[in-house]
């Protein structure tokens, strides 16, 4: 069990006890605490009797209240949005802002909303966040990648590494072909791609730029997997990779990031 995780609580909404039982026995295990929902209802009601929750993961596509229904009460309550939902899922039934406490909350503070669907193309994905969650995961999803996106929330605070700027010209190779985009920083633990298309959550990656070969001197494989990849106002994929590397990679690409604060072609 991880201690750093040790207070965060983490609610999951799924009608399905298969999905509820693996997430919720995973997030244990990782240290954090879990409360279970089947549906909406029972959602709002856990929230109501635990003011604490950090993180709701929410199915979409449940009976009495979906999903989107239920997101669109957290975002009256916390003021994260005043769009309604586009989505049609049924009729999102939408309370009076008077009847949720109107003082702002900090960002730090807010709950944050990870969203799982097995409907998980590009269209479909980017309605979801835009609907107000934070992040989207699509279902089945697997031990390692649910961890790395709680962490990524609401996990405990890692230790800090030298993050480096960049505008880099890449490649990005995901096994069935090159893409092209723009690195936008790295470290020796992970990187950001600004990029046209969407990587699936979990899949591997190799990522190649002739500029940074050359400021490594000693060029290292760039390879990783994706942790989270979400449309920018660019139209365009804002998308975080963790890097696999070994420690001498770590200590080459170190050297760098230490050294520069911006790194361009």
Not at 100 to 106: A, I, L, M, S, Y
Not at 191 to 198: N, P, Q, S
Not at 229 to 251: A, G, V
């Amino acid at each position: 069990m991880s201690k750093g995780n040790k207070g965060k609580t983490i609610l999951i909404v799924d009608d399905s006890l298969e999905s509820r039982a693996f997430m919720g026995l995973k997030l244990r295990h990782a240290g954090y605490n879990v409360l279970l929902a089947e549906d909406g209802f029972q959602g709002i009601k856990e929230l109501e009797s635990n003011p604490g929750v950090n993180l709701v993961i929410l199915d979409i596509m449940m009976p009495k209240m979906n999903g989107i229904q239920m997101l669109n009460r957290l975002k009256l309550k916390m003021k994260i949005l005043k769009e309604k939902s586009t989505l049609d899922l049924g009729t999102v039934e939408i309370l009076d802002e008077d009847e949720f406490p109107q003082e702002e909350e900090k960002e730090e503070e807010r709950i944050k909303v990870l969203i799982g669907s097995a409907k998980a193309d590009p269209g479909t994905i980017d309605i979801f966040m835009e609907a107000g969650a934070d992040d989207f995961f699509a279902k089945p999803i697997k031990e390692a990648v649910l961890l790395e996106k709680v962490e990524r929330l609401v996990g405990k605070e890692k230790e800090k590494f030298a993050r480096m700027k960049t505008e880099l010209s890449i490649l990005v190779n995901d096994g069935k072909g090159e893409k092209t985009g723009t690195m936008t920083e790295i470290s020796e633990l992970s990187a950001r791609l600004d990029i046209k298309d969407r990587l699936p959550d979990g899949i591997k990656v190799s990522i190649s730029s002739l500029t940074l070969d050359k400021e490594l001197k000693k060029p290292i494989k760039l390879k990783g997997h994706v942790v989270y990849s979400e449309k920018n106002m660019k139209n365009q994929y804002d998308t975080e990779i963790t890097l696999e590397l070994n420690e001498d990679s770590k200590t080459i690409l170190r050297g760098l990031t230490t050294s520069k604060k911006m790194l361009t072609d």
